[in-house]
């Protein structure tokens, strides 16, 4: 009951409790978290387990006050996050490139909590929290929630950029108002266990599904953490220390053992799984081998509790011909560039193709811009297992330009850091590894098709994705504004957001960004199954608690991409991401404005 939690977990007012250490003193070093054996876990399980019941009911107000108690924590130990991740990761922490591991860790968090709160406050003021900003048409006569901007900071801070969730088709809002924020909906709602078997590539994610199964579906949480990110597990659980003292949420460490181990215990109820469709399998079917070919045939998994998933895809980001100035041109390049050194290239959202037109008069001077972007990007070390393998290995047959700049003559040896590559020789009908199999190294095949006008190119586009490349996640296109103002370009690009298979469509705006803010659903096309998941399924990181939807489109403008925080080679990223990042935390007037005009301008 609420008078069991921490003091300073019953109201969003009560004071903060001091952390004894701050800093190098309490986080000195990344140090991995040993693999707990099997009785750990069980004990574990239990103890999570025990509570599930008590949290399922504790009134709404205590649940949004613990949110609260968290985003004070994070404010103070999110530098500690990065400072860990960075040295994990071969980065220095005061440096540009460090901004990205703020957009990959502290800053989508700090925003998640934020919207979590504000929604629960609602539900406890009205019942319900808002459907969206407003409802809209979208193609096809569906009933579309408008998800972003939400309130008049999402506005300010990124500016020109709107989310619209698609209902299923049929779908009135009558039906979808009756679908949101289900949990919240029921008198006596179900307690479960939810258990998170979590990726390492963006540090974030573990805590962003946590959330997710504590505050929308009312599930205590069991995290069992990437041996990658074991190091983060005591500064997580001092951020989540609320959570984690209270016995709502704990984290596990341990190989695809304990993952095995935790997915059959009979306490847990819902699993979520994150990472490759290998990881999926393995954790649905068993380990490869005659067993699993059976009990896939047979549809029988190991696994019989609800399943939900975010895995791997090929990111495709398609270049529609336009009247591109040379301003506007940089633009889309440096927003291609920003998106492939993103986290190292270790992103889910990380693009795997480049799209373009074969016969543009635009093509040579777009990558031209996109090379001169990535030579100015310092080149990183591959933290992530096998990365130079699959670059060598995914780009066999084509031909290669590696880019970036070099480490010092004084630093790393050049084969311990993986540069970043385009590769060139892709053709539609050629069945190469690179459409089919998820790179996670830093490399971006171009992909030329033929098209003379627009709208011949997006129906290209469509049926190249539909019929050649893997994956349902994300996809990003760029268009010109005049281009897309074209009513046969306005008809064909409705058609391609509605014919392309993926969950999350991007227009003039980033894959990544609608990833890291957190205010639409995001994940795979509804299409996917347990035997064919593609890019995963469910959604996830909703800030209205919509219900199940058809999927996200982003809207953004030309002038706003490729702004500093993004660049990991501009002098003020890190400025600006933490300048945003304080906005997250505590959205006053000033913080605002001022995370507002360094994202604008970077000054």
């Known amino acids: 009951m609420a008078a069991d939690l921490p003091p300073e977990a019953r109201t969003a007012e009560a004071p903060e409790k001091e952390v004894a250490l701050t800093g190098e003193q309490r986080f000195p070093a990344p140090l991995p978290e040993a693999p707990m054996p099997e009785p750990r876990l069980h004990e574990l399980v239990g103890r999570i387990s025990a509570q599930r019941s008590e949290f399922a009911r504790l009134p709404v107000a205590d649940k949004a006050a613990l949110l609260a108690s968290c985003r004070r924590r994070l404010a103070e ?13 071969g980065m220095d922490h005061r440096g540009p490139g460090a901004a990205q591991e703020w957009l990959l860790g502290p800053l989508p968090v700090a925003r998640r909590l934020r919207r979590l709160q504000e929604a629960l406050e609602a539900v406890h003021r009205t019942g319900l929290p808002p459907l969206g900003a407003a409802v809209r048409e979208a193609p096809g006569g569906r009933v579309a929630v408008e998800c972003f901007p939400a309130t008049l900071t ?5 500016p020109g950029l709107q989310a619209l969730a698609w209902a299923p088709r ?11 924020a289900a949990f919240y909906r029921e008198r006596s709602p179900a307690d479960g266990v939810g258990l998170v078997i979590a990726a390492g590539d963006a540090s974030g994610a573990p805590i962003l599904d946590a959330l997710e199964q504590l505050f929308v579906h009312g599930r205590v949480c069991i995290v069992k953490t990437s041996p990658l990110d074991d190091y983060l597990v005591v500064l997580w659980e001092a951020v989540l220390a609320p959570l984690v003292k209270a016995g709502y949420l704990g984290f596990a460490s341990g190989g695809p053992e304990a993952g095995a181990y935790l997915s059959t215990h009979v306490r847990v109820s819902h699993l979520h799984v994150c990472g490759s469709s290998e990881t999926h399998d393995r954790v649905l ?13 047979r549809n029988e998994p190991r696994v019989t509790r609800p399943v939900t998933s975010a895995l791997g895809s090929i990111t495709p980001l398609v270049v529609v011909p336009g009247p591109y100035s040379a301003r506007q041109r940089d633009a889309v390049a440096a927003s291609i560039a920003a998106q492939l050194t993103l986290g190292g290239g270790f992103h889910v959202a990380a693009p795997q193709l480049l799209i373009i037109p074969r016969s543009w008069d635009g093509r040579e001077p777009l990558l031209k811009a996109i090379r001169a972007e990535l030579e100015r990007v310092p080149v990183r070390r591959p933290w992530y297992p096998g990365a130079q393998a699959r670059q060598e290995a995914l780009s066999k047959g084509l031909v290669v330009e590696r880019l970036g700049v070099p480490p010092a003559t004084d630093g790393p040896a050049p084969d311990s850091r993986l540069a970043w590559a385009l590769a060139f020789g892709l053709e539609a009908g050629r069945n190469h590894p690179l459409l089919g199999v998820e790179g996670y190294c830093a490399l971006l095949g171009v992909v030329e098709l033929d098209g003379a006008t627009p709208e011949a190119f997006l129906d290209a586009a469509t049926r190249f994705l539909q019929r050649e490349t893997r994956g349902s996640l994300c996809a990003g296109l760029y268009i010109h504004p005049r281009t897309q103002a074209r009513r046969r370009v306005a008809a064909a690009l409705d058609t391609t957001l509605e014919q392309l298979p993926y969950g999350v469509v991007t227009i003039n705006a980033s894959p990544a960004e609608a990833w890291s803010l957190c205010a639409a ?20 990181y909703d800030g209205t608690l919509l219900g199940p939807v058809e999927k996200v489109v982003w809207y953004g403008a030309l002038s706003q991409l490729g702004r500093p925080p993004w660049r990991a080679h501009h002098a003020a990223s890190l400025r600006a991401v933490r300048r945003l990042f304080d906005a997250e935390t505590e959205p006053t007037a000033g913080r605002v404005v001022a995370g507002a005009l360094m994202a604008r301008v970077g000054g």
């Open 77 to 89: 130990l999110a530098p500690d996050w990065v400072r860990l991740v960075c040295m994990a990761r």
């Open 154 to 158: 999402d506005a300010l801070l990124r």
């Open 170 to 180: 049929g779908t009135d809002e009558t039906a979808l108002r009756d679908a949101a």
């Open 285 to 297: 079917w068993g380990p490869p081998g005659p067993e699993r070919d059976g009990l896939y045939q």
């Open 521 to 540: 659903p995001w994940g795979g096309h509804p299409s996917a199954t347990l035997r064919h998941p593609a890019s995963g399924l469910g959604w996830q």
